[in-house]
């Protein structure tokens, strides 16, 4: 609702610069990756409560095939973020060249390079179910089904696009959290911040 709600206040009082352009990109995101990911949702309920129900269909169609649309919508709200963390260190690093740098059609240009961006890293995922129908020789039923294909090489590789990003993430994050503290480390010690993105990376996957 709160997403909404922002959606509305920015229609209704105008996408006037970067910040809100980005906060309106973010609101829309979000709002898109719960819709993506209600029928997962949906599904584990239903499954949870009724496990013996006769489905139409197999379960994984409601199951997976919006699941890895909704985490990309999910990735393009974190790069949102990241981006405004970085407006927000701009902002105090340099506030007289501020506007200039980051105006308003620049950063609608950026928005949707973010969004390619979140498709390009997730493709692997994106690309590895298809539905078909299927048909039970006992039953002599046909019923769409949702099939895989290389899912254990597809899975390994989305893994190693997205170790980074998920690690930079963290740090961005984190460095927000803090008040911007990394921003003046990464102009001094920049070696630092890689460290502390390795780091973040091997606490995030277990290595």
Not at 44 to 73: E, G, K, S
Not at 195 to 205: G, P
Request: net charge positive.
């Amino acid at each position: 609702m709160s997403n909404l709600a922002s959606i509305c206040v920015f229609l209704k009082s105008g996408i006037k610069d970067s910040v809100t352009t980005l906060l309106f990109s973010l609101a829309i995101s979000d709002v898109t990756f719960l819709v993506l990911i209600s029928p997962t949702a949906a599904t584990y309920v239903i499954f949870h409560f009724a496990p013996t129900y006769d489905w139409p269909f197999q379960t994984n169609l409601t199951f997976f095939l919006l699941y890895w649309p909704a985490f990309t919508m999910y990735d393009f709200s974190a790069y949102i973020s990241i981006s405004a963390g970085v407006m927000r260190c701009a902002c105090v690093a340099m506030p007289l060249r501020f506007k200039s740098m980051f105006t308003r059609s620049r950063t609608v240009k950026l928005v949707p390079a973010l969004f390619l961006l979140a498709v390009l890293l997730r493709t692997p995922v994106l690309t590895m179910f298809y539905v078909a129908y299927v048909r039970n020789p006992l039953t002599n039923r046909t019923r769409v089904h949702l099939l895989s294909k290389n899912v254990k090489i597809l899975t390994q590789i989305n893994d190693l696009l997205n170790r980074k990003p998920a690690a930079l993430h963290l740090l961005l994050h984190h460095d927000n959290l803090c008040g911007g503290h990394g921003y003046k480390t990464l102009r001094s010690h920049p070696g630092s911040i890689l460290a502390h993105a390795v780091e973040l990376e091997r606490k995030v996957w277990g290595r």
